[in-house]
Nanobody, 127 residues
Framework: QVQLVESGGGLVQAGDSLRLSCAASGRTFSRYTMAWFRQAPGKEREFVAAITWGGGSTYYADSAKGRFTISRDNAANTLYLQINNLKPEDTAVYYC????????????????????WGQGTQVTVSS
């Protein structure tokens, strides 16, 4: 079965950087678009970024452009999210997500487009 395990979150100060990781297992990682979502307290889960199966295309929410970078290492079955210049409004649980089907578009921005989720990693940014 597909397993996604996030790591790398923590308590940081505004202006710091973090790199989140998502280790994937259970199927051929390189055939699937992957995405990051986040959910802040009291808010709905929102799209952050996506990357197509080979890493050739990336997509970002407007709130993530300029400070967030999504990447993947298919040899290591790992997805990454680099976040620079963290802000208090970035405080949330960050989830990696994968679709059921292979070779899907990276322009799927709804949580309903993804079938597999990790347990999440908490990012807390203090001002």
């Amino acid at each position: 079965q597909v397993q996604l395990v996030e790591s790398g979150g923590g308590l940081v100060q505004a202006g710091d950087s973090l790199r989140l990781s998502c280790a994937a297992s259970g199927r051929t990682f390189s055939r699937y678009t992957m995405a990051w979502f986040r959910q802040a307290p009291g808010k709905e889960r929102e799209f952050v970024a996506a990357i197509t199966w080979g890493g050739g295309s990336t997509y970002y929410a407007d709130s993530a452009k300029g400070r967030f970078t999504i990447s993947r290492d298919n040899a290591a079955n790992t997805l990454y999210l680099q976040i620079n210049n963290l802000k208090p409004e970035d405080t949330a649980v960050y989830y990696c997500a994968a679709p059921r089907n292979t070779y899907t578009s990276g322009t799927n921005y709804s949580p309903n487009d993804y079938n597999y989720w990790g347990q999440g990693t908490q990012v807390t940014v203090s001002s």
